[in-house]
């Protein structure tokens, strides 16, 4: 061990230290230390054989003797049992730029918060812009520094890889040379998250269509330049292929690059023992029929026809898993898919109650606008203190400007609820006088209970028998790309929601959606209803819902399925427990 390692551990103590808030005098000592000892123009090794470590400046002889003990055994109790004190998810945090130990134990302190997953959701919620100290901008550059630490993640959330391929889409379209363009891969599957970008595009000039791509603003770097693929890294640090065929390959091509992978083998699969096919990206194949014993090209003009050509519906690019879509496809028993233009109403919102940007009237004014048909205020209950949890007493106010809204409005209904935490016996932020008032409770867990998944399990599973729950909110509880699922038997619980006439919640917030869509077609096997909600904490924020759909279609649900595409007084009918 050399002295960058032994300063690069008294620095972590320092920190440790810093965050416990202990003695800034005995903080200072270790970072002293640490600086020094990096500086020193000889070996650390030396110096502590021959016991001369204290004629370091700033190393007193509890510190050599720490440090004696690091480099003779690799280890430090006093690290370790430093490290074991505190959350792991805290140095965690120390990455993001501009967050010292100071403002991490500020926010440690006043919201609980001890990882990066819970953070980000924080900044998202407005809750570190109200603490002291901190302020909108300080929000604003914690935001901007996850977003540099997760660019080395390799992985991105759906609405943010997204976006910056509907802009090199976009920018693509608008050359001559490109007959058809489509976005391929996970993210053409709506998948929650993706590594890089598929682009597939046909034209009878690809070395031209190469050069226009690697030459848009958004590319950094090209990795790869050919007739067929040009491969570039982006300024957002996103790898981006772009496919470039003939324009009677593009069905082929796009459906091999759009996958999934398991998806195209069980297809070729069915091509060559069902049919005699052969399939890849450059065709659909007759095989051995073709002049002299050629394999001889089946045309399909798009994607439907290859479907077609092999027996199947057409397969929406959303189930194309592997998981009984061709099964589905072959008997004519593929679902009609929800869409967005069949969602109604915005459910779930969080005004400036508890910790919304935008009063009652502002959210409802923007619902109006964009062509809902109502909406349901659903702000935190009383516990949900680092949220601005609403009290029993300014309950009665909310409910009081909810009624004298909805007395103005013609075609529009606003509907009172909340999103009440699930206590850890598995009982209801509320009493039941404050339930009652409801028109409906959507009951979530917000913390991570103690012990393990049983106590979890049985918790959520008391909430749902409640009578006043009619909704469970984000079930699992993940942060994608930052923090996994709470640690309960979903089964369980989507048997529970089944029993009791439960909705659940695909909550559209693109750093949640949850429920995960892979159970989302085990709930409608169980005839459960669901409801997308954007979980709204702007008015922006509403445009969510668009990748709770997304969620919602991998799951297999239709129209049918979720309550909130039925008119108002529908959707309430369907949220009335028995």
Known sequence: MDKKEVAAILNDIGTALELKGENPFKVRSY???????????????PLAKEDRLREIPGVGESIAEKIKELLATGKMKYYEDLQKELPEGLFEMLRIPGMGPKKIK?????LGITDVAALEYACHENRIAALPHFGERSQEKILEGIAFIKKAQGRYISSEIREQAESLENALKKDKNIIRISIAGSIRRRCETSKDIDIVVSSKKPEEVGEKFAALPQVATVTAQGETKVSVILKSNVAADLRIVD???????????????????????RAEKKFSMKMNEYGLFAVGKGKGGEDKLIPCKDEAEIFQKLGLAYIEPELRENMGEIEAAEKGKLPKLIEEKDVRGVIHVHTDYSDGLGSIKEFTDA????????MAVADHSATATYANGVDEKRLKKQHGEIDALNKKLKGFKIFKSTEVDILSDGSLDYSKDALKTFDFVIAAVHARMPNKELEMTKAVIKALENPYTSMLGHPTGRLLLAREPFKINIEKVIDACAANGVVIEINANPQRLDLDWRYVKRALEKDVKFCICPDAHRINDINDIKYGVAAARKGWATKADVVNCLPAAKFLAALKRN
């Open 367 to 374: 619902c109006i606008k964009m062509g809902y048909e109502y």
């Open 106 to 110: 500020a926010i440690w302190d006043e």
């Open 247 to 269: 324009d009677r390959q593009f069905p082929y091509a796009l459906h091999h690059f759009t996958g999934s992978k398991e998806h195209n083998v069980a297809m070729r699969g």
């Open 31 to 45: 970072y002293n230390a640490a600086r020094n000892i990096e500086t020193i123009g000889e070996d650390i090794n």
